[in-house]
């Protein structure tokens, strides 16, 4: 029944930031952990980031680590994506995903339409 939209997609140059949020509606949100993932083309999707219910624990995929920081606000329903140095590699469509339980598990209740992340060299 949850429906999430993400927005704040862009073209950007490397090295440059960029913050994409998901607004979700609907029953959920603040009792399960969500996630980011994304797809490049031609390319499987892969796991982003995590949070869990409480937004105290995060997990990474290796190479975003460091760079990449997920949070958020269960009283506006947004989880976002803040996304540091950018590099090409990052390219790909991001889409927002709701968890099944308060702990990350890779089991998606849901998933968003995606926003486009493009990075320019």
């Known amino acids: 029944q949850v429906q999430l939209a993400e927005s704040g997609g862009g073209l950007v140059q490397a090295g440059d930031s960029l913050r994409i949020s998901c607004v979700a509606s609907g029953r959920g949100f603040s009792t399960n952990a969500m996630g980011w993932f994304r797809q490049a083309p031609g390319k499987e999707r892969e796991f982003v980031a995590s949070?869990?219910?409480?937004?105290?624990?995060?997990n990474y995929r290796d190479s975003v680590r460091g760079r990449f920081s997920i949070s958020r606000d269960n009283a506006k329903n947004t989880v976002s994506l803040q996304m540091n140095s950018l590099k090409p590699e990052d390219t790909g469509v991001y889409y927002c995903?709701?968890?099944?339980?308060?702990?990350?598990?890779?089991?998606?209740?849901?998933w968003g339409q995606g926003t486009q992340v493009t990075v320019s060299s």
């Open positions: 949070i869990n219910r409480w937004g105290i624990r995060a």
């Open positions: 995903a709701q968890n099944y339980g308060a702990d990350w598990s890779g089991q998606i209740a849901a």
